[in-house]
C-alpha cells in the first residue's frame, strides 16, 4: 500500500474527491476537531481500494476551535468498476451540546466489490450523534459484499445516538449485513475488571479504549496509530 | 493461626426479590483450605458474587469481616486490594483489553493500594512470565485479549494466572476444575497448591473429588438452599462423589 494520507481538516466546508484509478491503493486519515463539514466524493477504479478513517472529535478536550463543535460528514461511494474495495472508518467523540453525523450512501452499481463501513463513537452530556448508512446494491451487482456496524457507548441520560441502516438490495447473490448497538457497557465486564482490582473508573476507560482500538486497528500506519489512539485516549472520560 | 474471613448469619437475596443465601456462617482462618460443595443452584456462585461484592445481590442480614474489617463496605475493587480474589466459574471475555494490559492496569492499583510505586516495563514482563510458567501458559496468550478465543480450560488457567499475579489472602475458587481435561486439572491443581502459604486461605467450590486430590481440604461444608447443612472433614467429598447429596438432604 502507499503511504499514509493523513490530513487535518479545517473549520468550514472541505470536499474530497476520492477518485482511484484502476488497481490505484489510497488510505487516507482525515483528523476533524474543528466544527465543519466534509463531502467525501468517492470513486474507484476496478481493482482500487480506498482505506478512509475519519476521527471526528467534537468533544472539549480536543483541538483548539471553540464550541459548538458540530461535525457532519458525508460519504457518497459510487463503486462501478468491479473488484474494488471500500472501506470507510469512523471514530467520534462527542460531548456538551456537540452533534457529529455521518451520512453514508454505498452504492454498489457493478458486482464483485466490497464495501465495509465500522463507525463507532461515544456520547456525554447532551450530545448527539446521527448515523445514517444506506447501502444500495444494483440488480445485476452479484457477488457484491458489503457489510455495516455502527456501535455507540452513551455515556449520560441526555445524550442521543441516532442510527439509521438503510439498505436498497436488488441482486441476489449477495453477502450483506448491517448491525447497531447503543449502550452502555456490559456490567459483566466491568464486575471482572472490579474484581481484579481495577477501579471502577479504570475499568470504564479500558473498556472505552478497546471499544475505539477496533476502528483504530485498521489504521497501517502504526506511528499515526499511536498518535491517533493517544489523543484519543487523553479525551476519554 | 489468624481469622481471614468471618461471615455470621448472612443473608443475600437476588436485587429484584428472591433470598438465595439464608443465614451462612463460615470461619477460615490463615493457612486453612475450605472446600463448599452443594447440588446445583444451592448458592455457592451466589456466595462468592457476594464475598466479592457483586451489586446483582443485595445483603439483607448478617456480617461479613476481611481481616479485620467489615468487607461488605467496601467496593469490590477495594476487597482485591485487600486480599479477596475470586476465580470465576465463568471468565468474562473482554475483547480489545490484552491479558498484559489487563494485568498490568490490575497489578499497579494493587500496588498503588499498598503505597508502592508502579512496576517498570522490564519488571512486570518478569513477573509475567513467572507466573505464567505456574499454570505452563504460552507466552502468546499475553498479547491476546483478555480470555477472548480461550478455550474452557485455558480460561480456568487464566483465573490461576490472575491469581498468582495478585498473591491473594483469601483465594475464592468457583468451580475452577469444571472443563478442564485431566492434564489441565493437574496443572491447575498443582499451581494452587504452589501457591498455598502459611499466611493465605482458599475456598474452593466443587462437584468433584479430583480437584481436592491436589488441593486438599481442611473441611468441608455442603451448601443446601442457602445455608451449610453440614460440615466436615476431607472424607466428606468423596461420599458425596459416590452417594450424591440425598442422604444429607434427607437427615435434615
Ligand atoms: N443474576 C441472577 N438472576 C436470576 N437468578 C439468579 C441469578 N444469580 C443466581 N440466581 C439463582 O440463584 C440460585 C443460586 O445460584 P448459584 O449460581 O449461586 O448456584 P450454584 O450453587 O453456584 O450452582 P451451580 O452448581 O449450578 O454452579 C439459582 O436458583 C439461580 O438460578
Ligand atoms: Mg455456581
Given at each position: 500500500m502507499g503511504k499514509l494520507e493523513y490530513i487535518v481538516q479545517k473549520a468550514g466546508d472541505n470536499a474530497y474527491p476520492l477518485h482511484l484509478g484502476v488497481d490505484e491503493r489510497r488510505e487516507v486519515l482525515v483528523l476533524q476537531e474543528c466544527p465543519g463539514k466534509a463531502d467525501f466524493d468517492i470513486r474507484l477504479?476496478?481493482?482500487?481500494?480506498l482505506d478512509l478513517t475519519v476521527i471526528s472529535m467534537a468533544c472539549s478536550k480536543a483541538g483548539a476551535c471553540a464550541e459548538p463543535r458540530n461535525i457532519v460528514n458525508g460519504f457518497k461511494v459510487n463503486l462501478d468498476s468491479e473488484n474494488a474495495v471500500c472501506n470507510l472508518n469512523g471514530v467520534y467523540l462527542v460531548d456538551s451540546g456537540n452533534r457529529v453525523t455521518n451520512k453514508v450512501d454505498m452504492n454498489h452499481n457493478v458486482g464483485h466489490c466490497i464495501s465495509n463501513q465500522l463507525f463507532r463513537g461515544i456520547l456525554w452530556d447532551s450530545s448527539r450523534s446521527d448515523f445514517e448508512g444506506r447501502i444500495y446494491v444494483a440488480p445485476d451487482a452479484q457477488k457484491t459484499e458489503a457489510y455495516q456496524a455502527n456501535n455507540n457507548i452513551v455515556e449520560s441520560e441526555q445524550a442521543r445516538a441516532h442510527t439509521q441502516p438503510h439498505l436498497e438490495i436488488y441482486a441476489d447473490d449477495v453477502k450483506c449485513s448491517h448491525g447497531a448497538t447503543v449502550g452502555n457497557k456490559e456490567s459483566g465486564e466491568l464486575f471482572y475488571m472490579q474484581s481484579r482490582g481495577i477501579s471502577l473508573a479504570n475499568a470504564k476507560v479500558l473498556l472505552k479504549q478497546a471499544f475505539l482500538l477496533g476502528v483504530l486497528e485498521k489504521i497501517s500506519d502504526d506511528d499515526l496509530k499511536e498518535e491517533m489512539s493517544m489523543k484519543i485516549l487523553s479525551s476519554l472520560r | 493461626m489468624g481469622k481471614i474471613l468471618e461471615i455470621k448469619n448472612l443473608h443475600a437475596k437476588l436485587?429484584?426479590?428472591?433470598?438465595?443465601?439464608?443465614?451462612?456462617?463460615?470461619?477460615?482462618?490463615?493457612?486453612?483450605?475450605?472446600a463448599i460443595m452443594g447440588p446445583n443452584g444451592a448458592g455457592k456462585s451466589t456466595l462468592s458474587a457476594v464475598l466479592a461484592g457483586r451489586d446483582t445481590f443485595e445483603v439483607t442480614e448478617g456480617e461479613v469481616t476481611f481481616m479485620g474489617e467489615n468487607l461488605l463496605e467496601m467496593l469490590p475493587e477495594q476487597r482485591s486490594w485487600a486480599g479477596i480474589f475470586l476465580g470465576f466459574q465463568y471468565p468474562v471475555e473482554i475483547p480489545g483489553v490484552s491479558n498484559t494490559n489487563f494485568m498490568k492496569a490490575a497489578v499497579?492499583?494493587?500496588?498503588?493500594?499498598?503505597?508502592?510505586?508502579?512496576?517498570?516495563?522490564?519488571?512486570?514482563?518478569?513477573?509475567?512470565?513467572?507466573?505464567?510458567?505456574?499454570?505452563?501458559?504460552n507466552q502468546s496468550f499475553s498479547s491476546r485479549g483478555v480470555n477472548v478465543g480461550f478455550s474452557g480450560g485455558e480460561k480456568k488457567r487464566n483465573e490461576i494466572f490472575q491469581m498468582a499475579m495478585l498473591s491473594p489472602k483469601l483465594a475464592i475458587l468457583d468451580e475452577t476444575d469444571s472443563g478442564l481435561d485431566v492434564d489441565a486439572l493437574r496443572i491447575v491443581g498443582n499451581g494452587v497448591t504452589q501457591l498455598k502459604t502459611p499466611q493465605n486461605a482458599s475456598l474452593v467450590i466443587t462437584h468433584y473429588q479430583r480437584l481436592l486430590d491436589y488441593i486438599v481440604p481442611d473441611i468441608i461444608h455442603i451448601l443446601y438452599d442457602g445455608r451449610i447443612v453440614r460440615t466436615s472433614g476431607a472424607e466428606l467429598a468423596r461420599e458425596v462423589e459416590d452417594k450424591g447429596y440425598d442422604w444429607i438432604i434427607k437427615s435434615l
Open positions: 477504479g476496478s481493482g482500487a481500494q | 436485587k429484584e426479590g428472591r433470598e438465595i443465601l439464608k443465614g451462612i456462617d463460615l470461619t477460615i482462618n490463615e493457612g486453612e483450605v475450605h499497579n492499583e494493587h500496588r498503588k493500594a499498598k503505597g508502592l510505586p508502579e512496576l517498570s516495563a522490564a519488571e512486570f514482563i518478569r513477573m509475567m512470565k513467572e507466573k505464567m510458567a505456574i499454570v505452563q501458559m
